[in-house]
């Protein structure tokens, strides 16, 4: 006897013949992460290997990040209505794309061109249109009590596959030039590995059905801009807050905590590496923890009443006389400082019309984007003063507790549907 389709957290309306697109979008986060994870660890080299210049490195990055910001922005907003399935597909090629490129050519000019144009990632983080374009799909296809409990799945899935993705690519690598490859060749087959991951998302994508799509029957035409339309005030508001939040946040990302707990304490690179590896994990972890909690007392409130807590800890962390407890409070801050980003994604797409998620899930990822890319600038500056060398953390604390009071402010009395 078959169950019924609410035992499975799956929408009662959405169609059922072929119910493997819930394994399906799990299949495609867990390839692409790991392949932005496998190739990160190298890419800088890879590149350096080919002859490029430490500035041109940076140049190369930096208009990564700006071409996939816009390119994303573009596909994601106009997703709902041209096609999840479409955009995603198109995503998958771009990424292939950008690895063949890389591969094949040493230009400089050329490599930009690819870098803007194609979907690669330097920092083995989510990029792309893939995220929002993912989450919208998969919104259409559970309930709303199962909502924030799959995408805290998603969320450890994506996370676990980056880790295991740096730590293949960086022991293939090293393996291959301990037998003799040059570093150059060895990094070149990480890259085809990248390549053929994109092939292998663009395949699974195909499999897709009807049920991912956001369902516009064409009757109804409204005005649109960036792809929203009723939700528009909604996912601005939004979308202003997480550029403070992300902002806030990128004033001490992994590279910056690192460089202060040497500076401050001596500590060396393979320290520092177990370090972060058990604050990832604890903080993948602590992405579960937000599924009970929100089934308690809501979304918004997990978000805010979970947030404050672990960015008084982070304020701690400078005032810690040793490092052990440094260490110590950085771990407990980590255990807790994820529980806001699954609630934070279920919320968006519960306070918007179906038509509007794959855009308002772009919108606030750009705005996350826009607002984090000048932050490590402000910190590099902070610590080049010796006086003000522990002022991010304050800084950085202190604007996340300004952003979880703003939220609860703005967004306590608008209630997702399993919650009215």
């Known amino acids: 006897m078959l169950r019924d389709p609410a035992h499975l957290g799956i929408r009662k309306g959405s169609p059922l013949h072929k119910p493997m697109d819930i394994p399906l979008l799990f299949s495609t986060r867990i390839i692409r992460l790991f392949c932005y994870g496998f190739l990160s660890v190298v890419l800088a080299l890879y590149l350096s290997e080919a002859g490029l210049t430490e500035g041109q490195i940076g140049l190369l990055f930096t208009l990564t990040l700006a071409g996939d910001a816009l390119i994303s922005l573009w596909l994601t907003t106009s997703a709902d209505r041209f096609g999840r399935k479409r955009t995603l597909i198109i995503g998958a090629l ?12 040493r230009n400089v000019i050329l490599l930009i061109a690819a870098a803007i144009i194609g979907v690669i ?15 919208a799909g998969l919104t259409q296809l559970i ?14 899935a994506g996370s676990f596959a980056t880790a295991t993705g740096a730590l293949a690519g960086g022991w293939l690598a090293q393996g291959l030039q301990d037998k003799g490859w040059a570093a150059l060749e060895s990094y070149r087959v990480l890259l085809m590995g990248y390549a053929l991951g994109g092939f292998l998302l663009f395949l699974l994508f195909l499999n897709l059905t009807q049920s991912v799509e956001a369902g516009i029957t064409g009757q109804e035409t409204p005005k649109r801009i960036l792809g929203l339309h009723r939700s528009r005030n909604v996912v601005f508001k939004l979308s202003a807050l997480f550029a403070m939040d992300a902002f806030a946040g990128a004033l001490l990302v992994q590279s910056m905590l690192a460089y202060w707990f040497h500076v401050r304490f001596g500590v060396e690179s393979g320290v520092l590496g177990s370090i972060f590896f058990g604050a990832n994990i604890l903080a993948g972890i602590s992405a579960l923890l937000a599924i009970r909690i929100a089934n308690r007392i ?17 304020i701690l962390v400078p005032l810690m006389p040793t ?3 440094a260490i110590g409070i950085l771990l407990l801050r980590f255990s ?19 038509d509007e998620r794959s855009a308002a899930s772009g919108v606030t990822a750009i705005a996350r984007s826009v607002g984090a890319s000048v932050s490590p600038a402000l910190t590099g500056l902070l610590f080049s003063v010796p006086v003000l060398f522990n002022v991010p953390f304050f800084l950085s604390g202190g604007l996340k507790i300004i952003y979880d009071l703003l939220l609860y402010r703005e967004f306590r009395a608008v209630k997702p549907p399993e919650e009215t």
Not at 94 to 105: C, E, H, N, R
Not at 338 to 354: C, E, G, I, K, L
């Open 323 to 325: 490092l052990p407890l």
């Open 143 to 156: 309930s709303n009590q199962k909502r924030t409990q799959f995408f805290a799945w998603y969320n450890l």
């Open 336 to 354: 807790i400082s994820q529980m806001d980003v699954p609630t934070r994604q279920s919320y968006t797409m519960a306070v918007v019309a179906p």
């Open 94 to 105: 771009l990424m292939a794309g950008a690895g063949v490129a890389f591969i094949l050519t």
């Open 121 to 135: 990632s330097p920092s083995g983080n989510e990029i792309g249109p893939f995220l929002s374009v993912e989450q």
């Open 298 to 314: 809501g979304l918004i409130n997990t978000m805010v009443f979970t947030h404050i807590p672990s960015n008084v800890l982070l």
